[in-house]
């Protein structure tokens, strides 16, 4: 009898996860953004050469965000916009790379210091419009 009452809650509980797995799986997909995975950068050293990869933060708004004026410190060169990718050289002590994607987003690297070669690529299924650097 103990065995058939324990066969029955081990039964009942697995019913109960089953259940609960499959009311969560549906959730879980309906999160996926329609744009295919993350935006991603990376940021080579121009003394060392040594680069850095990662994921941008990203804040929603896009392009209608202003970014906040860039510092007197802050120093930019050769920027390149070319499909999903935005890329510029940056020189100063505290300052942020973004740009812009035409999934509405902006993704934003930094704090950085010192001389930066900094690319930032959108999420496929997007491409970047726009780009830039502020510092403070």
Not at 58 to 80: D, H, I, Q, T
Not at 124 to 136: E, L, P, R, T
Request: proline share 6%; charged share 15%.
């Amino acid at each position: 009898m103990k065995i058939r009452k324990s066969l029955a809650v081990l039964g009942a509980s697995a019913t109960l996860a089953l259940g609960f797995g499959g009311a969560v799986a549906p959730a879980a997909q309906a999160e996926v953004p329609r744009w295919g995975g993350n935006a991603a950068y990376s940021q080579t050293n121009l003394h060392t050469g040594t680069v850095e990869q990662g994921i941008p933060r990203r804040s929603f708004g896009g392009a209608e965000m202003m970014p906040p004026a860039a510092a007197a410190s802050l120093r930019c060169w050769n920027p390149a916009l070319s499909g999903r990718s935005f890329a510029v050289s940056c020189s100063g002590s505290r300052y942020y790379v973004y740009t812009d994607c035409t999934n509405d987003r902006r993704y934003i690297v930094g704090p950085l210091s010192g001389a930066k070669r900094v690319r930032i690529t959108c999420p496929a299924g997007s491409q970047a419009m726009d780009g830039g650097a502020y510092g403070y």
